[in-house]
């Protein structure tokens, strides 16, 4: 799913008056918490993810390609219901779509999880 894809979808399913850039501030932030905790913590052979992410803006292409691949990509329409309904302040709808949401990063992190090794934790040191 494309930037421009993923506003469309959302706009079309739950209509809106937020600004493009703001959604493209909260498909930003997803990504990056895709990148951070699942891409960056897990072996990948190339091609599967990039080497680096610094996130989009405005001036970001509205063909570039989200990071989560098909079908784990309508994580990105629930994450921006979800915001669209918290900014409206419609709670119920935003629970509803929180629940869509998590139930996306649950799908997309499994898979993520059972197709890509853990990178090595040898030597790490936690602390809490």
């Excluded at 990148?35 to 052979?45: F, G, I, N, P, V």
């Excluded at 993810?49 to 989200?66: C, E, I, K, N, R």
């Amino acid at each position: 799913m494309t930037l421009d894809q993923a506003i469309l979808t959302a706009d079309e399913l739950k209509p809106n008056q937020i600004d493009r850039a703001r959604k493209i501030e909260w498909l930003s932030a997803l990504d990056m918490l895709i990148y951070r905790d699942l891409m960056c913590t897990h072996q990948r052979e190339k091609g599967t993810a990039p080497d680096t992410f610094s996130g989009y803006g405005q001036h970001t292409h509205p063909d570039t390609v989200l990071l989560a691949p098909p079908p784990y990509d309508e994580i990105y329409r629930f994450y921006l219901e979800m915001h669209i309904d918290l900014v409206h302040q419609e709670f119920d709808k935003y629970n509803n779509s929180a629940a869509l949401y998590a139930a996306a990063w649950g799908r997309l992190s499994r898979m993520w999880h059972r197709e890509h090794r853990p990178l090595s934790t040898e030597g790490a040191h936690l602390n809490f």
